[in-house]
């Protein structure tokens, strides 16, 4: 008797955290501000096949998994970049509003995923228009030691 009840215990706490290993793992999500991008880095602990994409003014990002995404500091979007995520149903896909037109750029690293949002350069001809700066002019000088004094003539 003593023996049942202890497998029907272990059997029910089995069933009890079997669902609790289904649950979508914690990720968090942060983001940098660089010189020409700014960058979206998602911390996932394993391997996660993903897709991204610009469509219209949105960059969209679609996992295999679901996940709860810890967005700190990026909850309100990757200034000068993006507007705050949007994050459908299925925790599967993410939607950034962006502010401007970019070019995208993904990667991984180990089991990190990083998203690269490039200011596109404006083209030739608006740049030619800007003038050059001059450099400035150059200055000759002389320099002299005397017995109690040092002189620099310009």
Not at 116 to 127: H, P, T
Request: hydrophobic share 40%.
């Amino acid at each position: 008797m003593n023996k049942t009840l202890r497998r029907i215990f272990l059997a029910g706490a089995l069933l009890i955290s079997f669902p609790l290993a289904l649950t979508a793992q914690e990720v968090a999500v942060r983001s940098g501000i660089h010189p020409g991008y700014g960058r979206i880095v998602f911390d996932w602990t394993r391997q996660v096949p993903f897709e991204a994409k610009i469509e219209g003014r949105q960059l969209i990002l679609e996992f295999d998994e679901p996940s709860n995404y810890k967005f700190g500091a990026i909850n309100n979007g990757v200034k000068g970049f993006t507007e705050r995520p949007v994050l459908d149903q299925s925790r599967k896909r993410i939607v950034f509003p962006l502010l401007d037109d970019f070019a995208l750029k993904s990667s991984r690293s180990g089991t990190k995923i990083i998203v690269d949002l490039l200011v596109k350069e404006e083209s030739a001809s608006s740049s030619s228009q800007i003038p050059p700066q001059a450099s400035p002019p150059v200055v000759g000088f002389r320099y002299a030691e005397h017995q109690n004094y040092r002189r620099l003539y310009t």
